[in-house]
């Protein structure tokens, strides 16, 4: 693939190497949103090296590069709000409260609940707990219409809640996402979808999965709002964010927000990246949402080196406590295979 | 008590639930204003409001997803396809979400999906299927199949109360054709649960949703000709009332297996082959199937009904079997 232009790997209007909040933002949460980017980064990086090691069989699939989006969406939540995540939400689960031993012994495939080793630690559901919602991550799109769902539920009940469905580029293509939005645009549901534009569907460009530039050139057919945004800049995601999720709470129906971003790991550890171009790589690595955040916060943002690597260090030690935890779980027994089939 | 039709029987479950429990909701194409294809929710929207009684666009992959999310949240909602046929396009939401969920997450999914099957009146490739054989082979759903009006309230009412999600295939032939006594009150058929239609001791006959009619003349006509069949009525594929069949093979000694669907990949094979796993001591005769030609279904009467499984040719293989 030959070098592009670098500026059209990106829209200049949308682009920046460097992120300041609008506003001063209270130190602690600064700290908070750092340290669960930070945390779900060194998290992935080692669920990376156990997958090389042989001891997560299978596949693992990282959301390096993406933390922002969901950090900053996440934030925005109230505790009675419910998301979903497809494969590059870790952070906001840790932001949820969801633990990294946790993930890291799902992925193992030991014996934790809720999933008791049936399920990758890709993908997790616990509503009581966190307040992710099940869904269907097996089929690409299948989460949009079900997130109708428990909109229309809120929304039968009139409780003041939202639904904000994590969504890749590649899964506004399959009908479901179609369905689903028409669905929830008839009955003014409160969905927000969020669209991380990590620029591929596992190989697969935006151009040969979309007759549009935009994800959000989309939203016409629905009537509903679309914006486009830097995904990289947590304050902007915030800020884009939260006109969707007011907007949706109070009552006006689905919104749709795309997120332009980058996977700088494979589609899972398994793929190599070949089909990306040397420069697009190089342009995202610039613009790394962690990186952006760190240089903030060490900078203007008044941490420090030294403080922004203190957050570093504990997260760095706080995984590989967890590591440790996961390793020591037992296995599920296999005579539980066929537990838990129905409800009672 | 009164006597309905099965198409009211369903109704009145449906009315009765949705009094009982303000959760149960239900949606589907044409079934609000309209009162659905075949009015079995006439009079709904009047009753419970536009919250409740939702018509959709039509998107079968996209409500049934809506359903599955609400159920989590819930809600009780019972889908309507408007024919079995296109439950073929939100097969993905119910077999790789639906009747996964539980088993995934440990979260209950309490959600019905009703699909108004069969053939018998030209209907054609496209409203006529009976596509049971393709949830009976998927974990984690249940499938029910009435045959009469008190089954198909007290199913109907028991899928609803049910914390899984359930696979209601009511038989679109059936729905004015057959009537019985039915209570007013509250009742509910348990899922899992067969009931042997009429007893006998020569012949066994398993059979479900609208071969139990056919396989009863059937069994009036040998009991004329000297020979008794015992009709075991499954009512519900998945969970399976092993027992119920294997018993009475166990007395007669001779299975015949009778669906209406086709014969290939049919539930039959699964029955056959459990007769054939646990009762083979007690045989006296080949196992056999009656089912529908491997062939979709076609409009002409002439060839539908070369087709489809009559009362002609379960009462020949029966003889068949009987005289093994
Ligand atoms: C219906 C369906 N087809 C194919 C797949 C296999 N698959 C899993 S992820 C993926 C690419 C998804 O791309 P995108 O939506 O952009 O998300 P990203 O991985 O980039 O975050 C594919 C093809 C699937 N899960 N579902
Ligand atoms: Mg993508």
Known sequence: MATENPASFLDP???????????????????????????????????????????????VYLAVGQEAICTGVVSLLQPDDYFSTVARGLAGWFLRGVEPKHVIARWLGRDVPPSHGRELGLFLADIEHHGIAPYHNGSMASWIPSGAGFALAFKVRKQPRVYVAFTGDGATSPGDFYEGLNFAAIHKLPLVVIVENNCFAYSTGNAAQMPVENVADRAPAFNIPAEVAFGNDIFEVRRVAKRAIDHARAGNGPYLVEFKTFRTRGHGEHDDMGYVDAGLREFWERRDPLRLFREYLAGAGGLGEAGVKAIDDECAASIEDAVAWAEAQPAPAPETVTDRLFAP | MAVITYLDAISQGLRDEMRRDENVIVLGEDIAVFGGAF???????????????????????????AACGAAVEGLRPVVEFQFADFIACAFDQIVNYAAKNYYRWGIPMPVVFRGPSGGGFRGGPYHSQNPEAWFTHVPGLKVVQPATPYDAKGLLVAAIRDNNPVIYLEHKHLYRRIKEEVPEDDYVVPIGVAEVKREGSDLTIVTYGAMVHESLAVAERLSREGAECEVVDLRSLSPLDRDAFLTSVRKTGRALVVHEAHLTGGFGGEVAAIIAEQAFDALDAPVTRVAALDVPSPFAAQLEDAMLPTEEKIYTAA?????Y
């Not at chain 2, 003889?319 to 005289?323: F, G, K």
């Open chain 2, 319 to 323: 003889r068949d079997v009987l005289e």
């Open chain 1, 13 to 59: 209007a949308l682009d920046r190497t460097s992120i300041a909040p609008e506003s001063a933002i209270d130190r602690d949460q600064l700290v908070t949103w750092y340290r669960t980017m930070c945390l779900a980064r060194t998290c992935d990086e080692k669920l990376g090296a156990l997958y090389r090691q042989g001891k997560i069989v299978g596949a």
């Open chain 2, 39 to 65: 009015k079995v929710t006439r009079g709904f929207l009047e009753e419970f409001g536009a919250d409740r009684v939702i018509d959709t666009p039509i998107s079968e992959s996209g409500f049934t997803g």
